[in-house]
Structures are given as structure tokens and as C-alpha cells.
């Protein structure tokens, strides 16, 4: 049946019929077929460099670099709710990087378990923004600044180190703090 139906749309072109539109998602400069597989691909055979589609734009709170592939989709959801989650501003965002993009999860529940101690100490509540960009400049820069001073980082992201290391600290000091006590023991302890 699907190689009969490729022939017809062949057969319909030949003849100077217009191939049909498809229907399209846009996500920043790309496009997801969601109707006309066969379409795209007669007009691909037929060295066709346009074809009639209807497009749905889709607006992300990310862009869509780095997206080639189907599985890219779900690695950029966890970037989103991770932007969702912890509001960061656009400069401290594009710092978050992770290999492993379940992380994201990770770091966000450490993101606003950080905002919960601090909403504690103040006796007041803050918004998720507020609470994200303080954490990024209170919490994360100032660690990462102590890593990287005792060479902790290695061949991982600023980010991955800092979850690894956040991790080690308080499995083994039970401690939140970042002071020279605590890198002495990341770097003698396991």
C-alpha cells in the first residue's frame, strides 16, 4: 500500500499536478513533519526544493539549537522544565550545562531546596526568580570559583561538578556550606 501510494503522488507530479500540502511544526528554524511523510519524500526523489505545507509555530521558552534528531526533543524538555522549575536569567541559564540531561531534574530539586533554606534563615518568602538568581550568584558561582581553585572540576562541566561535589559534601560532612574545611575534605575523603 505505502509504495503504491508513493507511485500515485510520482505519477501525479509527472503529470504537473501540484503535490498536496504537508502539515508542519516550526520550532525556530525547524520543521516536524506531522502530516505528509510520503509527500516530503517524493518531493525529495524529485529534487523538489519547496513544497505546500501548512505550518503550526511553536513557541519555546528555549531555542531550538542543538535539536537534529527526534530524541533532541526530549532532551530539551528537560532543559525547559528545568527552565520552569528555576527562572534563571538567560546568561546564568546558558551556564547550566549537564551530559546527562536527567540531571536537570537533580539540579533543580537543589536549586529549590537551597530557596526553601534560605526562605527559612530570611522568614520570608521569595519568588522562584529571586530564588534562582540568588542562588546562582550566592551559591553556585562561589562553588564553583572553590572547585576550580582546588581542581575538583576535572574533565566535567561546571555544572556537573558542582552537583557531584554538592552531593559528596553532604554525604560526608551532612553540611550545605562551601568554605575551605569543606574542600579539604572533598579532596582527601571519599
Not at 89 to 95: F, T
Not at 136 to 165: F, H, N
Not at 170 to 181: A, V
Request: glycine share 6%; with cysteine; aromatic share 8%.
Amino acid at each position: 500500500i505505502l509504495r503504491t501510494r508513493w507511485a500515485r503522488l510520482v505519477a501525479r507530479r509527472r503529470r504537473g499536478e501540484l503535490i498536496p500540502p504537508i502539515e508542519v511544526y516550526r520550532v525556530g528554524e525547524l520543521h516536524f513533519v506531522s502530516d505528509g511523510h510520503h509527500r516530503v519524500s517524493v518531493a525529495c526523489a524529485l529534487g523538489l526544493k519547496e513544497i505546500e505545507a501548512y505550518v503550526t509555530e511553536v513557541e519555546t521558552v528555549l531555542d531550538a539549537d542543538g535539536i537534529r534528531y527526534r530524541g533532541d526533543l526530549i532532551v530539551k524538555d528537560y532543559h525547559r522544565i528545568f527552565a520552569e522549575r528555576v527562572p534563571l536569567i538567560p546568561e546564568a541559564r546558558a551556564d547550566m550545562k549537564l551530559s546527562d540531561p536527567a540531571q536537570y531534574a537533580e539540579l533543580g530539586e537543589a536549586v529549590e531546596a537551597w530557596g526553601f533554606r534560605l526562605m527559612q534563615d530570611e522568614g520570608q518568602f521569595l519568588d522562584r526568580e529571586t530564588v534562582a538568581n540568588r542562588w546562582y550568584a550566592e551559591e553556585y558561582l562561589p562553588a564553583v570559583r572553590l572547585l576550580r581553585d582546588a581542581d575538583l572540576i576535572g574533565d566535567m562541566t561546571d555544572t556537573e561538578a558542582y552537583l557531584a561535589m554538592a552531593s559528596k559534601r553532604y554525604r560526608l560532612m551532612r553540611t550545605h556550606r562551601w568554605d575551605d574545611e569543606v574542600i579539604e575534605t572533598l579532596l582527601t575523603k571519599d
